[in-house]
């Protein structure tokens, strides 16, 4: 599926849209859209692209698909801009998924997947919280490969920009 599509056709899944609707109206969550991650993406739209790839790959595979859209869902919420100086303590690779989780607990009961999922899905580069489910391998790998797209269309607009001033 095309990146640019996800929203169209994510709008039409009645099943992701109510598994997710308590995350998406929660306050905490819509102040994901006033940071940036990989590039000119939101942090919002990034979870949201990662929570939908991952409730369809879970779900063509039987898999716990609803605490994978949840946890995708969830995976950023660190509330903070980590390219500000002081913005937070030690580096931010290794820290937000524990930032976040204490984020999403403290606005959601969350079901020991949702927690999983959250705390691992920066493996391989915290080598010391690996996935210890089928979902949190399929978040990780989906995370990465969203943040992949998303700073590859930031470097593809910011050369079509520069072509053109």
Not at 128 to 145: A, H, N, Q, R, S
């Amino acid at each position: 599926m095309r990146y640019r599509d996800l929203l169209a056709q994510s709008r039409e899944d009645k099943e992701f849209q109510e598994i997710i609707k308590d995350l998406v109206a929660n306050p905490e969550v819509q102040k994901m859209k006033n940071f940036r991650v990989h590039g000119y993406t939101t942090c919002y739209f990034h979870c949201y692209s990662v929570a939908y790839y991952c409730y369809l790959a879970c779900k063509k595979r039987g898999l716990d698909y609803k605490s994978a859209a949840r946890g995708g869902m969830l995976h950023d919420l660190y509330l903070y801009d980590w390219r500000v100086k002081n913005s937070h303590l030690r580096p931010h690779a290794f820290t937000h998924p524990f930032t976040a989780y204490q984020n999403a607990k403290k606005q959601f009961k969350l079901n020991w997947m949702e927690k999983e999922l959250i705390l691992t899905h920066m493996w391989p580069v915290t080598f010391f919280t690996i996935p210890l489910c089928y979902e949190g391998i399929i978040l990780t790998f989906i995370d990465k490969k969203c943040a992949f797209y998303e700073f590859m269309s930031s470097l593809r607009y910011r050369f079509i920009r520069a072509a053109h001033a």
